[in-house]
């Protein structure tokens, strides 16, 4: 299994980011997916978490400017950033529990960071 991130880049502060994450491999089902972000010097934070069933959890330095959204028939998940800060500037990486086929038990699969710059 493996995950590709995209849609990072550099934004002004007050723009907006839509970044995706794509699974691959042979995959039977997801349960949550999400979003960290880890910003140079700091520990690694969620930033976003969508269980299999649509509920979602932020943290709370971007409640009300983040959405994160999935389509399991494209096996993506998605996380749209409005009203971007310079405090969002983080490489962000997005996860996800996989069922493998053939296995009982999801595993966490993780896709490689994908930067998020907040400047003028």
């Known amino acids: 299994v493996q995950l590709q991130a995209s849609g990072g880049g550099l934004v002004q502060p007050g723009g907006s ?7 691959s491999g042979s995959i039977f089902s997801f349960a949550d997916m999400g979003w960290y972000r880890q910003a140079p010097g700091e520990q690694r934070d969620m930033v976003a ?15 009300g400017r983040a959405t994160i959204s999935r ?9 749209q950033l409005n009203n971007l800060k310079s405090e969002d500037t983080a490489v962000y990486s997005c996860y996800a529990q996989v069922v493998v086929k053939g296995q009982p038990y999801p595993h966490v699969y993780w896709g490689q960071g994908t930067l998020v710059t907040v400047s003028s």
Not at 17 to 22: D, G, M
Request: charge should be positive; charged fraction near 15%; proline fraction near 0%.
């Open 71 to 79: 389509d399991n028939a494209k096996n993506t998940v998605y996380l």
């Open 17 to 23: 980011l839509r970044l995706s994450c794509a699974a």
């Open 49 to 63: 978490v969508i269980t299999s069933g649509g509920t979602t959890n932020y943290a709370d330095s971007v409640k």
